[in-house]
C-alpha cells in the first residue's frame, strides 16, 4: 500500500509537473511570437514592398541603418540611459549642436515603453464613449528624425483610433535631407493612412505652419503636439472629455520633461503637483504655483485646474472653437509670443483654459533652438509687443517701461486683431487680473515705484541676476532712464519688491546683506519707509543701507537718519507725504 501510494503521488507530481512545463511552453512560445512579429514589421513590410511599386532599395537601406542603431529594451518604461566611453564624449559634442542627446535617441526604440505617471484618481474616472474625433497637429521645422517618428509612433501607439482621426504633419520648409524623400517613403510604408504630410513652400513660421495644420484638419478637435514628445497612457481620452463638456474650454496636459541628455521621463519626482501658466510684465510665459484659494478648493490632484496661460507648444481645443475664437495672428512672425497671444484672448473673450492632469505627455526641453531665424529678427520681441498693444489695455505701458525699445519698432498693422476683439465683445484686462490672475502690479498696488534712490545717487539693482532662485540685493549707480534692472515697487503690504521676489533679512547681525526671495507675505519681508525717507526693516529693526562696497551688495544696518546712504527715494510715489524732506 505505502508502495503505491508514493507510486501515485509521482504520476500526480508528474503530471502537475508535465502540465506546468507545457503551459510554461506555450506561453514562452507565444511571447516569442509575439516578438517577432514586432521586430518583423519594419523588415516584412521591406519584402512585402519588393513587389509593390512603393519600394525604394535606397530608402530601404537607410532605414536598415537606423535601425541597425536600436537596442532593444534601451531606455523602456522611461528609465535613464547613460552613454559610455567614447560614445559619452561623441554624445556632449552632438549636444553642444543639436541642444539634446541625439546619439541616445538614435539608439532609442521608437516603440519604447513608458510608465503610466496618472495620479492614481486618474484611474477611476469614467469618460463617456461618443468623444469627439481629434486631428493630432505636429509641425517641425529641422526636427531631428528620431524624435519625429518616436513622437508620431507614441500617438499611434497610445490612442484609441476610435478617436485619431488623422496625425497631420506639417514640414515648415526643413533643410535636412533626411525629412525630404526618406520620410515621404516611411509615411508611406510604415504609417497608417491617416498620417499625412504637408510641406510649406517657404520657411513660414510655427504659426502659419500650425494654421496650415488647422485648415487641412477635419477633426472635432485640433491637438497641437511638439514634434519632440511621448504620449503616456490613456492621455487622449480626459482632454477630449473636457471639451465635449464645453466647446470653449481649451485644455492642457501635464506637460512632462524628457531629460535632454539621458531620456529619462520625469514626472516630477512622483509628486503629482503641478504647475499652471503664467506670464511676466516683460512679455515671458513662466510657470506659477496653483494660487492657494484654488490648491484649497481641490479635491485631488486629479482634477482639471484652471491655468491663466498656456506654454503653448501641447494643448487641445475644438476646431469649431479654433476659428471662432481668432486661431492665430497671422501676422505674428516665425516664433515666440503666440501662446500668450492665444491665452489672453481666450480667457478675455469668453473661453477658459485648463490643466487636465489626467493627461500626460512627455516633452523634450531644449536649451536653445537648434535652428536658425531667418534674418535674425527679435520675432518674440515684435510679436509680444503685437499682443500687448492689442490684449493688455492700459497695462501696456508695464510691458514698454522695461522694454523701451520695443515701442518704436515697427510691429505691423494690428487693426484686424482690434476688430476681432470688438467683434467678440471681449472684456478688457483689468477683468483678466481681477478674475484669472490676481498678479502684483508694479504700479499700481504700490505707495510707490521705479528708481529707488539714495542721497548718494546709488540705486537698488537686481544686477541683472536669475530672480528664479534667491539672489542678494544689489546696488548701482542709479541708471539715466528706469531700465528694468533697477525697476522696484514698494506695496501697499510693505513689501519691497520686483514682480515676483521681495526683499527678506534673515540675520539680526548687522551688517547684513539683504536677499531678494520668493514672496509670500511674511514677516519678514515688511518694510516701512518712514517720512524721513529710512526704509526699516520691520521685524529687525533695522535700516536698509545704499553704502556701496566692492561687492555692490544693498545691507541693512543700525538705523542713522543723517547717513546719506540711508535715505531713500522712490521715483514715483502715490502719497507725497512719503516723499523725503530734501
Ligand atoms: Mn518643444
Not at 514589421?41 to 519584402?47: E, N, Q, S
Request: net charge negative.
Amino acid at each position: 500500500m505505502a508502495l503505491l501510494r508514493r507510486r501515485n503521488r509521482f504520476v500526480v507530481f508528474g503530471g502537475l509537473f508535465l502540465c506546468f512545463w507545457m503551459v510554461w511552453g506555450l506561453l514562452q512560445m507565444f511571447e516569442l511570437q509575439r516578438d517577432s512579429i514586432q521586430k518583423n514589421r519594419a523588415a516584412d513590410f521591406g519584402k512585402d514592398l519588393r513587389a509593390s511599386p512603393h519600394y525604394d532599395a535606397h530608402y530601404e537601406k537607410l532605414l536598415e541603418e537606423d535601425e541597425r542603431r536600436f537596442v532593444p529594451g534601451l531606455g523602456d518604461r522611461g528609465v535613464s540611459v547613460e552613454l559610455q566611453g567614447e560614445e559619452a564624449r561623441e554624445a556632449s559634442r552632438v549636444m553642444k549642436k543639436e541642444a539634446f542627446n541625439l546619439i541616445l535617441s538614435q539608439k532609442i526604440p521608437y516603440n519604447r515603453t513608458l510608465n503610466d505617471v496618472r495620479h492614481s484618481d486618474c484611474k477611476s474616472i469614467e469618460y463617456p464613449e461618443d468623444l469627439p474625433t481629434v486631428s493630432v497637429i505636429i509641425i517641425f521645422t529641422d526636427e531631428r528624425w528620431s524624435t519625429l517618428i518616436r513622437t508620431v509612433h507614441s500617438v499611434l501607439n497610445m490612442s484609441p483610433s476610435r478617436y485619431l482621426k488623422e496625425v497631420i504633419l506639417v514640414d515648415d520648409f526643413s533643410a535636412h535631407d533626411e525629412l525630404k524623400g526618406k520620410l515621404d517613403y516611411y509615411i508611406e510604408t510604415r504609417f497608417p493612412k491617416i498620417v499625412k504630410l504637408f510641406r510649406l513652400p517657404k520657411r513660414s513660421g510655427l504659426i502659419r505652419a500650425r494654421l496650415k495644420g488647422a485648415e487641412e484638419a477635419t477633426s472635432d478637435v485640433l491637438l497641437f503636439l511638439d514634434a519632440h514628445c511621448e504620449v503616456t497612457t490613456d492621455w487622449l481620452r480626459p482632454l477630449l472629455a473636457r471639451i465635449k463638456e464645453d466647446e470653449s474650454n481649451v485644455v492642457v496636459p501635464i506637460i512632462d520633461v524628457i531629460d535632454d541628455k539621458t531620456f529619462q521621463y520625469q514626472n516630477n519626482g512622483g509628486t503629482f503637483d503641478f504647475e499652471v501658466g503664467g506670464f511676466t510684465w516683460n512679455g515671458h510665459f513662466n510657470w506659477i504655483d496653483v494660487p492657494d484659494e484654488v490648491a484649497k478648493a481641490r479635491k485631488s490632484l486629479s482634477e482639471p485646474t484652471k491655468t491663466p496661460t498656456m506654454a503653448g507648444g501641447l494643448f487641445a481645443i475644438s476646431r469649431n472653437y479654433f476659428w471662432k475664437v481668432g486661431s492665430y495672428d497671422k501676422e505674428m512672425d516665425i516664433w515666440g509670443g503666440e501662446n500668450l497671444e492665444m491665452s489672453f484672448r481666450i480667457w478675455q473673450c469668453g473661453g477658459s483654459m485648463e490643466t487636465i492632469p489626467c493627461s500626460r505627455v512627455g516633452h523634450i526641453f531644449r536649451n536653445f533652438h537648434p535652428y536658425k531665424f531667418p534674418g535674425e529678427k527679435d520675432t518674440h520681441g515684435i510679436n509680444t509687443a503685437r499682443f500687448v498693444r492689442v490684449w493688455w489695455d492700459d497695462y501696456q505701458r508695464l510691458f514698454f517701461q522695461t522694454r523701451p525699445e520695443l515701442a518704436k519698432v515697427d510691429i505691423g498693422d494690428i487693426s484686424e486683431r482690434l476688430a476681432l476683439k470688438k467683434k467678440l465683445k471681449c472684456k478688457p484686462f483689468s477683468w483678466y487680473l481681477k478674475n484669472v490672475y490676481k498678479k502684483f502690479i508694479p504700479d499700481e498696488d504700490v505707495i510707490g515705484w521705479g528708481r529707488v534712490r539714495t542721497q548718494e545717487d546709488v540705486c537698488l539693482d537686481n544686477l541683472q541676476k536669475d530672480e528664479e532662485s534667491t539672489q542678494d540685493l544689489g546696488l548701482f549707480p542709479c541708471n539715466a532712464e528706469l531700465s528694468r534692472s533697477q525697476y522696484f515697487s514698494m506695496s501697499k503690504d510693505g513689501e519691497l519688491r520686483r514682480e515676483f521676489t521681495c526683499a527678506s533679512v534673515k540675520s539680526t547681525s548687522v551688517p547684513s546683506v539683504v536677499e531678494m526671495v520668493k514672496c509670500n507675505g511674511s514677516p519678514d519681508q515688511k518694510w516701512n519707509l518712514s517720512q524721513d525717507g529710512l526704509l526699516v526693516h520691520v521685524s529687525t529693526d533695522l535700516c536698509l543701507d545704499g553704502h556701496r562696497e566692492a561687492d555692490n551688495l544693498a545691507r541693512v544696518n543700525h538705523c542713522h537718519p543723517s547717513r546719506d546712504s540711508q535715505i531713500w527715494s522712490l521715483e514715483h510715489v502715490d502719497n507725497p507725504e512719503l516723499s523725503p524732506r530734501r
